[in-house]
């Protein structure tokens, strides 16, 4: 079992900055992709950034040039830092990790955080 814990949401003026993090724990071989979702009332769940284990990004548009997505490898744990916020990026942020927990086990498996809010006033 991994367990993702999520810290760094909080309320913050438009134009302000936030650095979320996320930590894995548990079995863990090796985490292909970690990426960070969110989720606005009302609205779906959509992808934010996404980061592969060899350092390659993606970034949805409404985000280019203001977040950015990066990873520790040796310690299990994605950050994601946000710049210039806007009352539109008020949401529950969810990390996200496609994880192999064995060498042996040639799969791999999705686990969530638990979200954070994070809440952009204007």
């Known amino acids: 079992q991994v367990q993702l814990v999520e810290s760094g949401g909080g309320l913050v003026q438009a134009g302000g900055s936030l650095r979320l993090s996320c930590a894995a724990s548990?079995?863990?071989?090796?985490?292909?992709?970690m990426a960070w979702y969110r989720q606005a009332p009302g609205k779906q769940r959509e992808l934010v950034a996404n980061?592969?284990?060899?350092?390659?990004?993606n970034y949805a548009d409404a985000v280019k040039g203001r977040f950015t997505i990066s990873r520790d490898n040796a310690r299990n744990t994605v950050y994601l830092q946000m710049n210039s916020l806007k009352p539109e990026d008020t949401a529950v942020y969810y990390c996200?990790?496609?994880?192999?927990?064995?060498?042996?086990?040639?799969?791999?498996?999705?686990?969530w955080g638990q979200g954070t809010q994070v809440t952009v006033s204007s």
């Open positions: 996200y990790a496609k994880v192999r927990p064995r060498l042996a086990v040639p799969y791999e498996y999705d686990y």
């Open positions: 980061i592969f284990s060899g350092g390659s990004t």
């Open positions: 548990g079995i863990i071989f090796s985490i292909n992709i």
